[in-house]
T-cell receptor, first 112, second 114 residues
Framework: DAKTTQPTSMDCAEGRAANLPCNHS???????VYWYRQIHSQGPQYIIH???NNETNEMASLIITEDRKSSTLILPHATLRDTAVYYC?????????????FGDGTTLTVKP | NAGVTQTPKFRILKIGQSMTLQCTQD?????MYWYRQDPGMGLKLIYY???????DKGEVPNGYNVSRSTTEDFPLRLELAAPSQTSVYFC?????????????FGDGTRLSIL
């Protein structure tokens, strides 16, 4: 599976959009981009995933560049409860036993 | 909807003791995983299973064993606990029924070896 690079930490003001970047320059054509977050050392929580097109759900939006070498997770109106570690992962669908490699993620701190 | 359930939530062991971390899921997922997470670090894969009777090593399997006798359960065994195994352990599951399904995680077991 391709490696990902994320900033170590980011801050965001409450109510503003949080934009979390991820580089995955070695991504293959059949690899999906997944985002998870981990709050207070709880189990990671799935947020969103995509292959080529931009995706949106009730939690966030995922913007994938046309060359698929990077992506951005957008939390449109960040709240204090969005303070967490955010992990960007790429993997090949459900092949390779669905294994995922977690890096160290980005620690997002939402400030009042 | 229980999802992935891990027990116990906390445990303190003495060096050399053994224990089993329990993981069960009620989503009929074929794929299950064990990860460990050291303070300030990401998750590292210990073992995984693609179905009952099938297990395989992940990135950091030394000092651990697993079994998968049923679809629901995937216990992780520590035979001779060492201080280096102090960590938070997470179990996860997913299904290959359709491509790109995410993993579902339990709440973790916090293990200290003293």
């Amino acid at each position: 599976d391709a490696k990902t690079t994320q900033p170590t930490s980011m801050d965001c003001a409450e109510g503003r959009a949080a934009n979390l970047p991820c580089n995955h320059s070695t991504i293959s054509g059949n690899e999906y981009v997944y985002w998870y977050r981990q709050i207070h050392s709880q189990g990671p929580q799935y947020i969103i995933h995509g292959l080529k097109n931009n995706e949106t759900n009730e939690m966030a939006s995922l913007i994938i560049t046309e060359d698929r070498k990077s992506s951005t997770l957008i939390l449109p109106h960040a709240t204090l409860r969005d303070t967490a570690v955010y992990y960007c992962i790429v993997r090949v669908g459900d092949t390779n036993a669905g294994k995922s490699t977690f890096g160290d993620g980005t620690t997002l701190t939402v400030k009042p | 909807n229980a999802g992935v359930t891990q027990t116990p939530k906390f445990r303190i062991l003495k060096i050399g003791q053994s224990m089993t971390l329990q993981c069960t899921q009620d989503m009929n997922h074929n794929y299950m995983y064990w990860y460990r997470q050291d303070p300030g670090m990401g998750l590292k894969l210990i073992y995984y299973s693609v179905g009952a009777g099938i297990t395989d090593k992940g990135e950091v399997p030394n000092g651990y064993n697993v079994s998968r006798s049923t679809t629901e359960d995937f216990p992780l065994r520590l035979e001779l606990a060492a201080p280096s195994q102090t960590s938070v352990y997470f179990c996860a599951s997913t299904t290959p029924r359709s491509a790109s399904q995410p993993q579902h995680f339990g709440d973790g077991t916090r293990l200290s070896i003293l």
